[in-house]
């Protein structure tokens, strides 16, 4: 036995190497709250932990809850492998520069050097048990955040609420689709619902356009894509995940307004008000025909009476 058990990584969490020159530094626990928030939501299911959009923005999320100061998600990454059970893992032929002792500065420096970092295995185990988690969780919010430990409160609950959602609205694809009957849902505010919608579909699609392929996602989790609604929500009060796509900003406002549409084989419908002999509607006209990008599972492809729908009432 190593002794590396629940309580020995709550006493290494009661006391994690921050800087306190300027007072207390969150970056460490900010980090760790943020990698658990992903284990919980299930985008992390191995013991490998990458500098991603999605944990960028996890971090930021939390870090304006707690303080004022610029975020910087490079320096935890980094710096926390000093608390000893963090460890981090190099890029082919980049194991020298890792091994330095000057500091990589810099989320692109770090990304180019760090393939991902890795916890403890003893501790990446305990982080995947419901209790265990989260007694790790309120140690680190009693330790570091205690008088925001209600704004921290909110947004974990607030993440978990948004996290079912999205699952739920994954569920749904087990029932017919209706076009104007969706499944009735109580305490779910417009924050959640849009947040969840946007979940599902940005996963499904991958943030890709599902018809010119753009793919852009920054380090703070914004996307050039968006998760749009075949059936506008207005209308159907419909977030069926067969009733979304994910749009670049310039295909979705164009969809939206009919300028094209979606056939029964999941290809491009460029609509006759397009011109192909003038230069920026023929960036629409090329389409024509093509077939869009689709989630790897069938039942969670965009509906055929969805697509029907917008052929009918918004295709000009």
Known sequence: MNGKNLQYYVEKMKRLKIDRAHGPAPHKPVLLLSVI?????GQV?????ELCPELAEAFIRYWSRVTDRKPDISLPFFHLKSDKFWHLHPNTDYEKALQVANPLKGISRLREVVSHASLDDELFLLLTDAIDRETIRQTLIRTYF??????????IAEA??????RESLIDEVESPFSTSKPRRRTGVNTKVRDAGFRQAIMRLYD???????LRIVTMDGESATEAAHIIPFRVSQNDDARNGISLCKLHHWAFDRGLFSLSGKHRVIVSGLMSDKRPTEWRL????????????????????????WHRDNVLR
């Open 37 to 41: 928030a992903l284990i919980e939501d």
């Open 45 to 49: 299911t191995e013991n490998r932990i």
């Open 146 to 155: 205690h008088e925001h430990r209600e704004q921290v409160g909110e947004l």
């Open 160 to 165: 978990q609420q948004i996290g079912a959602y």
């Open 207 to 213: 943030y890709t356009c599902a018809v010119c392929e």
């Open 285 to 308: 006209t090329e389409l024509k025909d093509k077939p869009i990008q689709l989630p790897d599972r069938v039942k969670l492809r965009p509906a055929q009476e969805a697509m029907a």
